[in-house]
């Protein structure tokens, strides 16, 4: 059983910058961040290979969100700028016991407690 642990949320002014870092306590293969804001479903932002040379974004974050993985120190982060009101909410980080890159949270089979960004306007 793999667990992940999340760091690095809080509160930001729009505009505003934040890295949320997830630490694995064993070897994953996919790794992906979601988030949830309140009253929503689940949304997925990013996902990364393995090698960490295949990455994808969902429409909402492109160009604004960075992932990216240290396979060293079975981590993996989430470099976000230029943040909006809108990013407000729990943001959880999973991983995935397969090499296929997919944005179904149900395909995931580990989670992080999550943890809260807040974006003031």
């Known amino acids: 059983q793999v667990q992940l642990v999340e760091s690095g949320g809080g509160l930001v002014q729009a505009g505003g910058s934040l890295r949320l870092s997830c630490a694995a306590s064993?070897?994953?293969?996919?790794r992906g961040w979601f988030r949830q804001a309140p009253g929503k479903e689940r949304e997925f932002l990013a996902a990364i290979s393995w090698s960490g040379g295949s990455t994808y974004y969902a429409d909402s974050v492109k160009g604004r969100f960075t992932i990216s993985r240290d396979n060293a120190k079975n981590t993996v982060s989430l470099q976000m700028n230029s943040l909006k009101p809108e990013d407000t909410a729990v943001y959880y980080c999973?991983?995935?016991?397969?090499?296929?890159?997919?944005?179904?949270?149900?395909?995931?089979?580990?989670w992080g407690q999550g943890t809260q960004v807040t974006v003031s306007s």
């Open positions: 999973a991983a995935r016991n397969d090499v296929v890159l997919t944005t179904n949270a149900l395909q995931y089979n580990y």
């Open positions: 064993g070897r994953t293969f996919l």
